[in-house]
């Protein structure tokens, strides 16, 4: 299974009230609204550095096939990347 982290440079700053997460990508300055999923990814992430997606989903309580569709539609925001 493929690596996953974010993109160098990127300079995410999250923000999180309750289910909801406010991302901030500081190289191009896009701010977006995240479910509590998507958000815990990003969190995770940034938290603990370049995860296997196997690991990523049991830190952020997902199952595999469920992390699926959060890592590709985080990864069209340019706000996850391979590794």
Known sequence: MAHWSIP?????RWYRWDDEY????GLSNDTH??????G???EALQL???QEAFA???RCELNTEA???????LADLD???RC
Request: no cysteine; net charge positive.
């Open 22 to 25: 406010v991302i901030h990508h």
């Open 8 to 12: 160098p440079g990127a300079d995410l």
């Open 40 to 42: 815990r990814v990003i």
């Open 79 to 81: 706000l996850v990347a």
């Open 67 to 73: 992390l699926k569709p959060v890592l590709a539609a």
């Open 48 to 50: 603990h550095g370049p």
């Open 56 to 58: 990523l989903a049991g």
């Open 33 to 38: 609204r995240l479910s509590a999923d998507a």
